[in-house]
């Protein structure tokens, strides 16, 4: 029987996996896997193909929504006798749209070492090739799967001076696309990563009347994993320049005219010259 107090208590390790292409693995995503005592899966037979790929052997346990928070428990208690858990979701990175919220705040409460591995995310993924502002960005999830809803939440989303990112299934993408256009419009800048790092990968980057186009003209548009990236509403039309953006027009201001330093910050944040040249004239203003 265990001491409890002499027994150290265990980490928890949140280790990102794979959103496709199982090359997508850190060493050191292997390695805490490969050398933990137990790692809880969203779905164990799933997860086997990751293990296989990289020779990983170790015990698995099932923590999936359906018993998150028995299973959580369970996994609090090993960790407090001394296991060592890593926490994995079927793709990408425990948390983001995935479950482990109850197992994270239980850890927190008992004061248990909670340790990321950090990895792939979808997001994060299609925000990289996006060539979309995202500074500032809000990520939301799943969007509501009752149309009404979805729209109601397309339109809370108008007055954020911020580009939107979010996951959608490929039988509502369709209807979500044609909301997308109803509530930003047409001439709304957007992204879409479809089966990201898997064999048929699509990345479109262009207009929501275009890429809705493109979704009615070609059913294999309509097929697999999607997520998206809108510019919001504001984010090219606001008065206003960030702090990234400020910061560069004003160290390039001490040593150039200001038309050519706002057309240089202009170009790089591919944002409008006029309101980067006012903003040099007058820092201040910027509100
Ligand atoms: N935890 C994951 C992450 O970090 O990205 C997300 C899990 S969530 C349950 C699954 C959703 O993420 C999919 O329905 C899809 O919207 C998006 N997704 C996951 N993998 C993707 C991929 N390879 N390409 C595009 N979207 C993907």
Redesign the pocket.
């Known amino acids: 029987m265990n001491d409890s107090s002499t027994t150290q208590v265990g980490t928890l390790y949140v280790v ?1 996996t794979p ?2 292409n199982l090359k997508d693995i850190t060493l050191r995503a292997i390695e805490v896997l490969q050398n933990c005592d137990l790692v809880a899966c969203e779905d164990t037979r799933h997860s086997q193909r990751l293990f296989q790929a990289h020779n990983i052997n170790t015990k698995t346990l099932a923590l999936h929504q359906h018993n998150e928070n028995h299973g959580s428990t369970h996994i609090i208690n090993m960790i407090l006798g001394g296991d060592n858990i890593a926490l994995i ?6 948390l ?3 479950p482990g919220y109850p197992l994270l705040q239980l850890a927190h409460q008992h004061k248990i070492p909670v340790v990321p591995i950090p990895g ?4 994060i ?2 925000l990289s090739v996006a060539a979309i502002n995202t500074n500032p960005f809000v990520f939301h999830g ?1 969007l509501p799967p009752k149309s009404q809803q979805r729209l109601t939440t397309y339109q809370s989303w108008q007055p954020l001076v911020a580009t939107h990112v979010f ?3 490929s039988h509502r993408i369709l209807t979500s696309v044609e909301q997308l256009l109803e509530v930003f419009g047409a001439e709304t800048q957007v992204a879409m ?6 064999t048929f990968e699509q990345v479109f980057r262009g207009n929501a009347g275009e890429l809705l186009q493109l979704i009615q003209a070609n059913r294999n548009y309509q097929k ?4 998206l990236a809108v510019q919001g509403e504001n984010s090219t039309k606001s008065n206003t320049i960030n702090g990234e953006q400020a910061s560069l027009a004003l160290s390039l201001k001490d040593h150039l005219p200001p038309k050519i330093a706002a057309k240089i910050v202009a170009d790089h944040f591919k944002i409008n010259k006029k309101q980067v040249y006012q903003f040099i004239l007058d820092p201040e203003k910027n509100d």
């Not at 979701?89 to 425990?94: F, K």
């Not at 792939?120 to 997001?123: I, N, T």
């Not at 697999?224 to 997520?227: A, C, K, L, M, P």
């Open positions: 990102a959103i496709g979701s079927d793709a990408g990175t425990p983001i749209s995935d792939p995310s979808a997001m993924a299609l799943f996951y959608e299934s990563g479809r089966e990201l790092t898997k697999g994993e999607f997520v």
